[in-house]
């Protein structure tokens, strides 16, 4: 038997209003990009992309998105996601865009990339600070992103490899 192979794309949900972030469920973004799908590519495109595509995640408090399809056709749905201007959900409709952060093969190089890049945005937060307290709060959180514990050393053994990387 031959094993199915999926894609995982990791997407940010952007609004003007954070507060309409909470409105979202996982089948109006599902409804949303299938239709996004079947204006720019057709039937053929909706048919290839519905097989077993699915919204895998959705977390309404950072409109992050884990979005769940075949592999052969990942960029068929990659290249409709810029054509998503609203969510229509709750009989509401929501103006957003959908940023493509990462496309990966599993659910778990999501997630490591999603540390990663939460990591980034908070030492982007750091300088912009104001008070002692908001930076003891955001190198809190800096350490507390982590997939085993959020453990001081992780931390510091994740920041040497970066730097290593480098």
Known sequence: MVRLKSRYLLCEVNVSDR???LLLDDRAVSAAVKAAVARTHGDYGAALCSIRFCVKYLNAHTGIVFLRFPKRCYKLLWSALPFITSIETRGQKIPCFFNCLHVGGTIRTCQKFLIRYNTQQLHRMLPKCKSEEE??????????CSLIGGSKEAFEEESESEEEEE
């Open 19 to 21: 507060s309409r972030l």
């Open 135 to 144: 930076k003891q709060q955001v190198r809190e959180a800096i350490l507390s």
